[in-house]
């Protein structure tokens, strides 16, 4: 082998960045048991705000020491492995927004009865097709309206500048298309502020492209209601004055008052350790027409730096008078006044201040100490401190409101906006108002030159800029010290009040915690015993050779690990279902291997050369058998979503850690102890394999006809089962309602399904149990056409209701999800394409590979077989009350098999490539064909076996969620390996009607050799 230094400090290098990125994930659990434990009460309660709040008090802390760094607990959290929701428990959400709502707003909510009758049509549409909205509209206004103009109904005031009375169908489109695109921008980045404001570790949002859909997860939140209903909410934007510092302090000085009346004074050293903190200026802060002076914050920040080095005692002797001015100020301040520090006219505190002022702020008697006019809000974003502290600082602003409470300007009123640049290059927000707009704002200008205006979304104050002068067209500049991403969050935040862009909730699932221990309990028995019955089968079949492959296995296993970690992946039930598969499909590398080395020792080859070449010639089939299963892993992960997603990462990256453990590890270990003096004592073969699969000479090709009847016979009785009984679909595939109830004790499905009907009006209900008997998961199509919070609350109260008499209340619900109409379809149509994509893949690949359409053909025949064989016994199980759901994990399923089942295939066709290369006599095809998949057997049984071995140990131990998974995947490889022998290469016979023999180049028919 050569370059073996390489490779093993290649293996060096990849251990130290495993074992580095590793560490802090054993970090963060180390904290966050820390606070578990701080957080638990004698009874063994834990109190989950206690322990967030123990978290929160060491974020920016220094937590863990490489000597060369510190790391503080945000920083650790950032880089280790997280636990998706199935683990931890939480919530995710694919919210839609209602492009319905974007169009009737453009059009100025248009009562035309052919636009209105377009619209009917495009939702009728959308029901069966996956087709962005703006097409089904532009299709649908044709049909009802063939040569209707859209610009006699978007040519509004709103839409002047755009579209005029003679724009065609297609410019009205392009506009509404983008200004779609533009909402849902809009829409997300709001829904991003939203999200952020949950303080939940590791949240995930992301826009799902080609749809106006916008995926959230935030794992570890309790209370779903709460997150609904913020998310669900319009966006409101608001422009307030704001209240001067000095306006507002004599009532801040009557309040300290007060409250010092009324509080146990602060020790002066509380206080030092409190107030004494650097701030930055506001970066959002701006003006020109509305301008910002950055120099004042820069002089801000370095006289502020100067007074808390001065407190320290670092620059004793220099301008001490102001040091000791400033202590004594500190040391005064008690009541409110403690938590702050002037800043550029306002005021500020410590993030971790916030709920302390918000609580005293929200006290009714303190509300008393100040104008009915003055309503406290908090800036967006928070501030770092200086190189002294780690603290991040926040700025509180007090606006004014109107006497019906309302602020000065409101969001409706923004026509358009958008990010630009000024002369000098610098990032800048161009917005312009309607007419009533106009009005209202050169009014508000006026009165407030030199003073500052708020903008205000969702409560949070994004910027504050100074007012110029009077501004009279509407038309206004905001700059400041932006980035040009941020300018345009907050051109796309000011336009947000532009058209109303409703979202809507279509899918959601609900995990809670104590079901996310029960998955993290099964993911660890699971990898456990699929670890042992590999590495014990390893050993009682390959002896001391299965001793090397188990050291790859387990080197393949820290590696994946390592690897996740590295990429901040998360980490999911079935993704560690993707490393137990991996762990069989890692070995099978190795019995490849190990298999071609026994052939050359009995072809007299000494152990050296029969390593060098075992390997040599399994390389081809190795790199064959993997690059088909990663591309369904690249299929799975471009058309799954969540777990699935989490799994397709999992697979992939143990495809490519195997190839590297197999391929290099186990020959560097081989070849050097095939260089010992005991090398003899290396064996390949042990009691219990000596003699299997020796002398086999069966004619799988003279029998191809009674396997095809087999199949066939199988396969059309499952599918005329599914034409009459059809397959259990998931709540992802038919939509609805799923609910995972824990009940006291043991019930009888059947009971609880009776007492549901009259309470979800005899809709369709399914009642199964889920992780034992005291554990149902009840499944409702009740309300499936209504997706709007308010149905959501009917369901789950129509639930709560029926399960009254088993005294059931909602904390008994762990677990629940929804899908909606509309998405189903959606999910139904992405799974069929990811497997007719996968196979199409793998065709081409065949194709380019061994160079004959006949090999590629007769592969793709094989997995069609695998996939209808595996649906059929879906079909059948059904008959012996055997019911697994067909979902998205069924999918991952059905084209691991797909991926699998190719591996076995392609050995088979490498070993006849091999034959018709080799060849020196003249042998016709089925010979050929017959000995290739006869010496190749034992490659096939035992990968086979392998991988089965760990797939049973998933079906046993891997819970109800894998279950339907794992039982797939063990049809799946059981026949998988089964067409492999059978059907692949017989159907490349069958097809091959002419073929030119290798040494004499005549030609022959394949009846006359069959």
């Known amino acids: ?36 434990q701080f957080a638990t009460d004698s009874k063994g309660k834990v109190d989950f705000t206690k322990r967030q709040d123990y978290m929160d008090s060491l974020w920016k802390e220094p937590v863990y020491n490489l000597g060369f760094t510190k790391f503080t607990f945000e920083e650790v959290k950032a880089k280790e492995i997280n636990l998706g929701l199935d683990l931890q428990g939480g919530m995710q959400l694919t919210m839609e927004v209602s492009p319905v709502d974007i169009l ?20 009728e549409l959308q029901k069966n097709s996956t087709d962005k909205y703006t097409n089904l509209f532009a299709k649908a206004y044709e049909e009802v309206e063939p040569n209707g103009r859209l610009s006699r109904i978007f040519s509004t005031a709103a839409n002047k500048s755009k579209i005029s009375y003679e724009s065609s169908n297609s410019e009205v489109m392009k506009v509404i298309e983008s200004e779609v695109e533009d909402a849902i921008d809009r829409s997300f980045e709001i829904l991003r502020t939203r999200v952020d404001k949950f303080g939940v570790s590791n949240p995930n949002i992301q826009r799902l492209p080609g749809t106006e859909r916008i995926q959230i997860e935030l794992p570890g939140v309790d209370n779903p209601e709460r997150v609904r209903k913020l998310l669900s909410g319009v966006a409101k934007l608001e422009f307030a004055e704001v209240w001067e510092l000095q306006e507002l302090s004599p009532y801040l000085q009557q309040l300290d008052d007060y409250l010092v009346r009324t509080e146990k004074p602060a020790t002066a050293s509380a206080t030092r350790d409190k107030d004494a903190a650097a701030l930055l200026t506001d970066s959002t802060t701006a003006s020109t027409t509305i301008r910002a002076d950055t120099t004042q914050a820069d002089s801000l920040k370095s006289e502020i730096t100067n007074l808390e080095q001065q407190l320290a005692g670092k620059t004793a002797g220099k301008d001490s008078t102001k040091a000791d001015s400033l202590t004594n100020l500190q040391n005064q301040n008690q009541g409110l006044s403690k938590y702050f520090l002037p800043m550029m006219g306002g005021l500020s505190a410590k993030v971790s201040d916030t709920a302390r002022i918000n609580n005293i702020l929200n006290r009714d008697e303190v509300r008393t100490f100040f104008p009915y006019n003055v309503r406290f809000l908090w800036e967006v974003k928070a501030i770092e401190g200086t190189a002294t502290t780690s603290e991040e600082y926040i700025v509180l602003h007090a606006v004014k409101k109107t006497r019906d409470g309302k602020a000065a300007l409101e969001g409706d009123v923004i026509a ?76 796309n935040i000011l336009k947000a009040g532009k058209l109303a862009a409703p979202t809507r909730i279509v899918e959601e699932a609900v995990v809670g915690p104590s079901l996310g221990q029960e998955a993290i309990t099964q993911g660890l028995v699971s990898t456990l015993a699929g670890l042992g019955m590999v590495v014990l089968f390893m050993i009682l ?38 490393i137990v598969l991996t762990m069989g499909m890692a070995v099978d590398a190795n ?54 997603k989490g799994f397709a990462v999992t697979l992939m990256i143990g495809i490519i850690c195997s190839l590297f453990t197999a391929v290099f590890i186990t020959r560097l270990i081989m070849e050097w102890v095939a260089k010992r003096k005991d090398a003899k004592d290396i064996t390949l073969t042990t009691f219990a394999s000596k003699n299997l699969f020796q002398h086999i000479n069966f004619d799988f090709v003279g029998n191809r006809k009674k396997a095809y009847i087999f199949s066939g016979a199988f396969i059309a009785a499952g599918l005329v089962l599914m034409a009459f009984m059809g397959l259990n679909m998931g709540v992802d ?4 309602r799923m609910f995972v109830v824990q009940f006291d004790k043991a019930v009888a499905a059947a009971d609880v399904r009776s007492a549901l009907m009259d309470d979800f ?8 149990t889920y992780n034992g008997d005291s554990q149902l998961k009840i499944t409702t199509s009740y309300l499936i056409d209504e997706e709007s919070d308010e149905a959501d609350e009917k369901v789950k109260q129509a639930l709560l209701q029926g399960l009254k008499t088993y005294n059931i209340q909602q904390d008994d619900i762990v677990s629940s999800a929804k899908v909606g109409a509309t998405m189903a379809d959606d999910i139904q149509d992405s799974s069929r394409t990811s497997v007719l994509l996968s196979l199409v893949a793998i065709f081409f690949y065949i194709l380019i590979r061994f160079r004959q359409w006949q090999y590629s053909l007769g592969a793709v025949v094989a997995l069609t077989h695998d996939v209808l064989f595996v649906m059929s016994a879906f079909a059948i199980a059904r008959i012996f009350g055997i019911n697994f759901e067909v979902d998205q994990v069924f999918i991952a399923a059905m084209l691991t098999v797909v991926g699998y089942s190719i591996n076995d295939t392609v050995v088979v066709f490498d070993r006849i490539r091999e034959f018709a290369t080799l060849a020196t006599t003249k042998e016709e095809l089925p010979s050929i064909l017959n000995r290739a998949i006869n010496q190749t057997l034992s490659r096939t049984i035992m990968t086979s076996m392998v991988t089965l071995l760990v797939v049973v140990v998933l079906l046993i131990f891997g819970g109800e969620v894998l279950r339907g998974f794992s039982f797939a995947l063990t049809i799946g490889i059981v026949f998988g390996t089964y067409s492999s022998i059978f059907i692949a290469s017989p159907i490349v016979l069958d097809l091959s009607k002419k073929k030119v023999t290798p040494v004499t180049g005549k030609t022959q028919t394949a009846a006359a050799r069959a």
């Open 1 to 36: 082998m050569r370059n073996k230094t390489g490779i093993i400090t290649l293996t060096a290098i990849i251990s130290l960045l495993c074992l580095y990125f590793l560490s802090f994930t054993f970090v963060s659990r180390n904290v966050q048991q820390d606070a578990t």
């Open 104 to 123: 009737k707003a453009m059009s100025g909510n248009s009562t035309d009865p052919k636009f209105l009758a377009a619209i009917k049509r495009a939702n």
């Open 416 to 491: 358009d906006a958008r990010q630009d640049f000024s002369q000098t290059g610098q990032a800048e927000v161009n917005m312009q108002m309607n007419a009533l707009g106009a009005k209202k704002w050169k009014n508000l200008t006026a009165n407030n030159v030199g003073k500052r205006i708020a903008i205000i979304l969702d409560d949070n104050v994004y910027s504050a800029p100074n007012v110029q002068n009077e501004i009279p067209n509407g038309s206004s500049v905001i700059t400041g010290n932006f980035t040009v991403e941020e300018a345009k969050d907050l051109a």
């Open 541 to 578: 079949y390959y002896g001391s050779g299965g001793v090397v492959a188990n050291v790859a296995l387990l080197f393949n296993i820290f590696f994946i690990i390592g690897v996740l970690a590295q990429f901040n992946a998360v980490l999911t039930l079935p993704g560690i279902a993707g």
């Open 591 to 644: 019995v490849l291997i190990f298999e071609r080395i026994k052939e050359e020792l009995k072809a007299g080859r000494t152990l050296m050369k029969a390593i060098e070449v075992g390997y040599d010639k399994a390389y081809s089939s190795i790199l064959d058998s993997n690059a088909t299963t990663f591309i369904t892993g690249v299929i799975l992960y471009a058309f799954g979503s969540g777990g699935v």
């Open 733 to 736: 595939f038919k939509g609805g």
């Open 761 to 768: 009006q005899n809709t369709g209900i399914e009642v199964k």
